[in-house]
């Protein structure tokens, strides 16, 4: 079956750093868009960043310049590399693929 856990966040203060990772198995993951979602308190799910097969990348607006998504298919793996992180950004990240979910990773930023 497909699993695919993240690993990585954590509290961490405004400007700070942190970087996600997702391991995945069940799937051949070459062949896969990955993408990174996340969802506050009160708010709904939203996509944040996703990496085509081809390595094309998508970010929403309010990420930018910030976020970093990338894929090692060797590893079999996701990664989001977050920097200048801001309160707002505070939310669970789930890693995604097709129809499936990781457990999702808690990001806090403290301002």
């Known amino acids: 079956q497909v699993q695919l856990v993240e690993s990585g966040g954590g509290l961490v203060q405004a400007g700070g750093s942190l970087r996600l990772s997702c391991a995945a198995s069940?799937?051949?993951?070459?062949?896969?868009?990955m993408a990174w979602h996340r969802q506050a308190p009160g708010k709904q799910r939203e996509l944040v960043a996703s990496?085509?097969?081809?390595?094309?990348?998508y970010y929403v607006d309010s990420v930018k310049g910030r976020f970093t998504i990338s894929r090692d298919n060797a590893k079999v793996a996701v990664y989001l590399q977050m920097n200048s992180l801001k309160p707002e950004d505070t939310a669970v990240y789930y890693c995604?693929?097709?129809?499936?979910w990781g457990q999702g990773t808690q990001v806090t930023v403290s301002s």
């Open positions: 995604a693929v097709m129809k499936y």
């Open positions: 990496i085509t097969r081809g390595g094309n990348t």
């Open positions: 069940g799937i051949i993951f070459s062949l896969h868009t």
